[in-house]
């Protein structure tokens, strides 16, 4: 698993609770601070001191939060040693009505407890609410020590370039990467019109199918795509009656099938490359529509073992599960002596690294570029179901907490939660790549593509 079907945003009524010395309950008791109330978000029991916002805090992560057996924060000592701060801002506040916190002063304060955390799915949204701006921050730990990479500014330029195709631009980096290509000839076409085939989702993802020109009369099948969002568009295509109708989700995803059959059954096939650079991770029913699409059908990929939270205390685990997918049958071609190559990067979050992980667990799998970001542990926010996951009011505030609902283990028991998955082939963006990437927008060379086309090549 990774993240759910639908993120559904549970809210929870939570009424502070006032400690006035360092902790003494026992992790085995519920918080009574969280009131389960359908249609309630916090604006009806709104703190009214900064710590009485710490304590409901401090409470919901510590009954919540599921991920501690990664974690080397003492969390008791946090309350023990932080409250004093917003104490000291409540009695600064108090004695001088005037007085404001900082903005600087309050996210400094809690960047620097949560900069802490090791899951990179976590993110704390807090308002500083006795402020006349009333400014949210977002604090996310994978953000923080995705910033203190040492090739973060190149990566970083990489990130703009593709916020601006979008946003400017109103296409993506990847049509220019395969226009690129087509001019220098090594694109095979996908139809009679058709070099490269684009998919437009309406709610907002893109992908990018193309077919790549190799040695020795080979054919690469190439795909991108921003989100795992395709399972949505299916079901969505499904209730309408559309599915496979021209320009829909479901047609796409089938001319991916049908190119990787086509030659493969010709005996042209060099490989496969699945590039979710960029892509932060979405619906785990994609799994089947993308790399399921290119294993055999019945099969089951085990990556690992899950935990989830049995009750309402800090350290109440469940056993330990084996988690993992099961392969649909589309009656694919499946690619089993031919390389399948996954690139990635930074920016490659959750659904991402579950892919890429799996290709490292494929006989023929190889993975080229970037250290991913380091989320993998699974989300959905039923609170009910899991007793972990997020917890708070996005909308109105004063603070909202995303967070996981299962601590996930990878099966061959490397560390990818806050470190992220590494690349066999690992080319981290330098800033040749990326000048060669963004500077001529109508002629890249792609590094990452140039190295699978390599591989897989020397793989004939």
Known sequence: MLIMKKHILFFLAMTAVALSSCRQDADDLESQMFIQSDGTSLTSCLPHTY??????????????????????????EVYCTKRSVPMAWDARLKANPKDTVSDDEYQKFYEEIFSQF????????????????????????????????????????????????????????????????????????????????????????????????????????????????????????????????????????????????????AGQLGGVILDVRGNHGGDEGDYAHLLGRLLEPGTSIILGNTVQKNGVG?????????????????????????????????QSISMSEITTYSAKLLPNGHVIGDRTFGGFNALDMQYDRTYAGSFG??????????????????????????????????????????DDMINDLDNITDAHIEAAIKYIQGKK
Request: charged share 25%; aromatic share 14%; glycine share 6%.
């Open 51 to 76: 710590t009485e916002q710490f304590d409901v805090l401090w409470n919901g992560v510590n009954q919540n939060y599921v991920a501690w057996q990664i974690e080397d924060l003492d969390w008791d």
């Open 118 to 265: 090791h899951d990179h799915h976590f993110i704390a949204y807090l308002w500083n609410f006795r402020t006349e701006q009333n400014k949210r921050f977002m604090i996310s730990p994978g953000l923080i020590h995705y910033s203190q990479r040492s090739n973060y500014a190149e990566s970083k330029r990489v990130d703009m370039m593709r916020d601006k195709c979008k946003k400017e631009y109103k296409t993506s980096l990847w049509n220019y990467t395969l226009a690129s290509l087509n001019k220098r000839g090594q694109l095979a076409p996908i139809t009679d019109e058709d070099s490269y085939i684009v998919f437009k989702s309406s709610n907002g993802y893109s992908a990018e199918l193309a077919v790549i020109r190799a040695a020795d009369d080979k054919y690469v099948p190439y795909l991108h795509w921003s989100d795992f969002s395709f399972s949505e568009d299916l079901r969505e295509e499904k209730e309408n009656g559309t599915l496979y109708a021209e320009g829909t989700a479901s047609q796409f995803l089938q001319t991916f099938g049908d190119v990787v059959r086509k030659y493969g059954e």
């Open 314 to 346: 800090r350290l109440d685990y469940g056993p330990s599960t084996p988690f993992g997918f099961r392969i649909s049958d589309y009656n694919q071609y499946v690619v089993t002596k031919e390389p399948i190559v996954v690139l990635c990067d930074g």
């Open 393 to 434: 009011d996005f909308a109105k505030g004063p603070l909202f907490v995303y967070a996981p609902c299962c601590l996930s283990t990878p099966i061959d028991g490397t560390k990818i939660e806050s470190l992220g998955v590494m690349p066999d082939e690992f080319m981290p963006y330098d800033k040749k790549i990326v």
